[in-house]
């Protein structure tokens, strides 16, 4: 022990005689006492020969010693890095900088973000939940009891573990989260991802993006629905574009609808994606059905509302003109580069 710390001694007068005037010097000053083979490390490897009965005092040591070759080695760091003449001629400050490339926004988030802006500007909030949902929230509340044969619309994931929870196949099991929550009136949007096991191709994908919305208040009317989606559609495409509604079916609306838009990649002539006919369908959309407000514990005597929901996915596709939705999922940056400074 005594040996050791006689040897410590030595290292610090050798340190504070040390002559650091060059680079060099401080890298090997750095090497000899603070390196990952140096000095100071070497000696803490003593540590398990010393006595229990003395291991407090030598640490005290020891970390005096650290300290003193740190700051020995900052004190001559600061010294060379203050008064140290450069070698050679400086950076040629006329040279032209290098090009920094802008990035941009997935096409998926900038309509996203548009489709929200325009529905707060009526007043929507926006509400989110879990992907992972159980079967009430995701079928059952929304009027598809078990074995109901409108389930077979939507090819679903099941969790391996639990077969009663699933990937949410839409956002509607948000709204029914907020009807649960009692808070009369509302009028939200709930935005998210969803998953079907569906065939990729140019049309559909096993996982997607969805907007949905739900207004529920005394007096609620299809026309205010017409008039919603008549106004997000103006804003979205333009005041040139065509609308039309066709009478549909969903379990947790009566009456359905489904909105179609003319089809801006062949402007109505017909191509592949409007499967020739012109018009592409953008959203399903109806009055909420009683039996679900029922299910939610709200008086459907009292309540009406309307709810729709779209594909974000199909909504880019008429706005940008992008004839198959595989692309966005494809990370091509030749792709992406297209949308640099898009709105």
């Not at 060379?80 to 400050?93: K, R």
Request: glycine share 8%.
């Amino acid at each position: 022990m005594e040996a050791i710390l006689q040897q410590i001694s030595d290292y610090r007068k050798e340190i504070e005689s040390a002559e650091i005037s060059s680079p060099q010097q401080l890298e090997e000053f750095r090497i000899k006492f603070l390196g990952t083979k140096g000095i100071v490390k070497g000696l803490m490897g003593e540590m398990r020969n010393v006595p229990n009965e003395r291991k407090k005092e030598f640490g005290q040591v020891m970390n005096d010693f650290k300290t003193a070759a740190e700051a020995r080695y900052e004190g001559a760091r600061a010294t060379l890095g203050d008064g140290i003449e450069t070698s050679g001629p400086g950076p040629d400050l006329s040279l032209p900088g290098d090009a920094l490339e802008p990035g941009s926004r997935h096409p998926l988030s900038l309509v996203r973000q548009r489709i929200i802006s325009i529905y707060q500007r009526l007043g929507f909030s926006v509400a989110d939940g879990p992907e992972i949902e159980d079967d009430w929230h995701n079928f059952t509340a929304l009027n598809l009891p078990e074995n109901h044969p409108a389930r077979d619309m939507q090819d679903t994931f099941y969790i391996q573990q639990n077969p009663d929870w699933l990937l949410r196949t839409h956002t509607s099991n948000v709204q029914i989260r907020e009807m649960e929550k009692g808070q009369l009136p509302i009028r939200v949007i709930c935005p998210g991802r969803v998953y079907r096991n569906e065939t990729i191709s140019a049309r559909a994908h096993c996982f997607f993006h969805q907007v949905e919305g739900l207004y529920i208040d005394e007096h609620v009317s299809f026309a205010d629905l017409k008039q919603t989606l008549y106004f997000f559609v103006k804003e979205m495409f333009g005041p040139e574009i065509k609308v039309r509604f066709r009478p549909s079916y969903f379990p947790f609306t009566e009456p359905s609808a489904e909105m179609d838009v003319t089809c801006t990649i062949c402007g109505g002539s017909g191509c592949g994606l409007c499967k020739h006919t012109g018009w592409v369908e953008i959203m399903g959309c109806g009055m909420v059905h009683p039996k679900v407000l029922e299910n939610v514990g709200i008086d459907p005597n009292k309540y009406t509302g309307f709810a729709f929901g779209m594909g974000v996915e199909r909504i880019t596709q008429i706005r940008y003109n992008v004839n198959d939705l595989r692309l966005y999922s494809q990370n091509d940056v030749r792709f992406l580069k297209q949308f640099t400074g898009a709105v």
